[in-house]
């Protein structure tokens, strides 16, 4: 699995949300490699940014049919 669809399953997982520090822990990465990451899922519209700094998370955007 490509790191994406393991953050986009972590989510899931959790609610709904992941935070910067999950995606790091999870995968083993860098700050800088996890936020690039979710800035890229955040890009395509499929995470959302809420809140800033340590409290920021990214939530999954909810697709309507």
């Known amino acids: 699995l490509k790191f994406e669809e393991l953050i986009i399953k972590l989510a899931?997982?959790?609610?709904?949300?992941v935070?910067?520090?999950?995606?790091?822990e999870l995968l083993n990465l860098s700050d800088n490699q996890a936020y690039r990451i979710l800035r890229k899922l955040a890009?395509?519209?499929q995470l959302y940014l809420i809140g800033k700094g340590r409290n920021a998370?990214?939530?999954l955007v909810k697709k309507h049919d």
């Open 12 to 17: 899931k997982h959790q609610g709904g949300y």
């Open 19 to 24: 935070t910067r520090d999950n995606v790091k």
């Open 43 to 45: 890009d395509r519209d």
């Open 57 to 59: 998370r990214y939530e």
